[in-house]
């Protein structure tokens, strides 16, 4: 049976860390590379008598995801406690939000094909992270650091929507986009800071059941998501057509052997006992908090990416490339709308700019060559002082040496614009090439270039090209006339 | 009342000798059966009371404060390594 008989469903789950300096529940430190267990205070560790103490900033930050993804926000969530014994897990209880999470619904839109999808949330809640164990093979023991025991999460759990893994991927990075978009985490992949669970099943088409699921734990790339939930996909397709069956389990991906293995069954029963922890009283958001968080919501990266398209008139790929952060989208609208040409601020911005960043690995936050300075490149390229190419060379001295646009021209001369001195260079050109002007009237028009090209030359690139262009032609004619 | 006291003391890690086992059954049971009395009255649509007290939960700022040291944190620890809790291997 092909793969065309065959549906995948697929949900996610994704958390994130929170971008605070202190932990949800009591005041040590959320930051991370300290010494281990140096971040830790009593509230941390799970010591006997100690209360959790709710962080304003962790309500705040998922009130303003919530908001941002159409999520009804609950004015009075709670926590439960669910508890499980591992080693990472101080108190022997998470705290988590269980029944009356802080966002419920909502939904991430994302451009799958060039086509926007959006794919249904179920819920955004708030919970503590747990400790980290590294696990020592050689001495047969695992070691456990509490840096990490508390540090605030939002879990984002989406409905069973997704049917690929290309959906999966787009997901993904349009939930990574706008966490970071937001200021809600500094979305850091390779510090666990954006972990993601997949939930896969497959269906005959035209089922209405699911199948029974799988969970792939910690597909923590893009490249991973993609790569894991295809395997995941086709190995179930091929258990079910020999004849077996997809037993629910919790699996982990490998990405060296390219394969997922099985972590555990949950026919071992994880009976997590959920109560309403009592050490926390209701998270009650009064309606002047909710507004004054949903006025202060930037404009999401794909409204952006819409705009930029719909009134800047830009590419959907240049449009993409753009808003890949927060930071370049802002560094380019400034630069549009500062030299008033939109298309070409995009094209100095994921050309020239970009180009020259990516060879010296130098972040946009960091360019020698600030939004402001390149608009006032522009401005000479779009007022005619400049040509394009003169830019480029403009450009490189901005970059390298520092110098301003304005002190560029001052030094080296704007663009000859003159028609008179134009006439003249072009003339001297025409008589310096008696031979070439014979072919040329001869028919062999091509030579064009060639007489354009050395008055350039003569005017070491600053004549302007349309110009020359022109004269060229009429001198020439004029020569045909005589003749 | 009956309760699964093998799946409550495994939950629990707990391993119950046939005396215990016995014994902290039939407290346990007598503990729930306590409380299953309420199941005499019709409470749908009742509201649960999940905190005796009707205030929102106290927030505080997102300020760092105090910190146990290191050697405070790991003192009561059966082993250490590493700047590290040594517990038995769990994977």
Known sequence: MAHSDWEAVIGLEIHVQLATSSKIFSAAS???????????DPVTLGMPGVLPVLNREVVELAMRLGLALGCTIDQSSRFARKHYFYPDLPKGYQISQFAAPICQGGEVRCVVDGEVLSFRLNRIHLEEDAGKNVHDQRNDRSLVDFNRAGVPLVEIVSEPDLRSAAHAVAYMKAVHQVVVALGVSDGNME????????????????????????????????????????YEIDRQIGLIEAGGEVTQETRGWDDEAGITRSQRSKEEAYDYRYFPDPDLLPVVIDDAWLASVRATLPELPLDRWRRFQDELGLSAYDADVLTQSVERANYFEQVAKGAGDAKLASNWVTGELMAQLNRDGVALGDSPVAADA???????????????KMAKTCFQAMYHKGVS?????????????DPAVIAEHVDTVIAANPGQVVQYLGGKEKLLGFFVGQVMKATRGKANPGQVNTVVRERLAAQKGDS | M???????????????????RERFGSQLEAIVGYCASLDAYATDGVEPTLHPIPH????????????????????????????????????
């Open chain 2, 2 to 20: 009956r309760l699964d006291i093998d799946h409550i003391a495994r939950l629990a890690q707990l391993e119950l000798t046939p005396d215990e």
């Open chain 2, 56 to 91: 929102a939960t106290p927030l505080r700022a997102d300020a760092v404060g105090a910190h146990l040291s290191h050697e405070a944190a790991t003192a009561n620890a059966p082993a250490t390594d590493e700047d590290a809790f040594v517990v038995p291997r769990v994977v």
């Open chain 1, 374 to 388: 390149l608009t006032e490149l522009l401005g000479l390229v779009t007022a005619g002082t400049i040509s394009a």
């Open chain 1, 191 to 230: 510090r666990g800071n954006f972990r993601c669970d997949a939930n896969v099943s497959v269906r005959r088409r035209g089922a209405k059941a699911y199948g029974t699921r799988t969970e792939v734990k910690n597909v923590n790339s893009f490249r991973f998501i993609g790569r894991a939930v295809t």
């Open chain 1, 405 to 417: 646009a304005k002190d560029w021209v001052a030094a080296n001369g704007g663009q000859i614009t």
């Open chain 1, 30 to 40: 959320a930051g991370f590379g300290e010494r281990p267990n140096t971040s830790v």
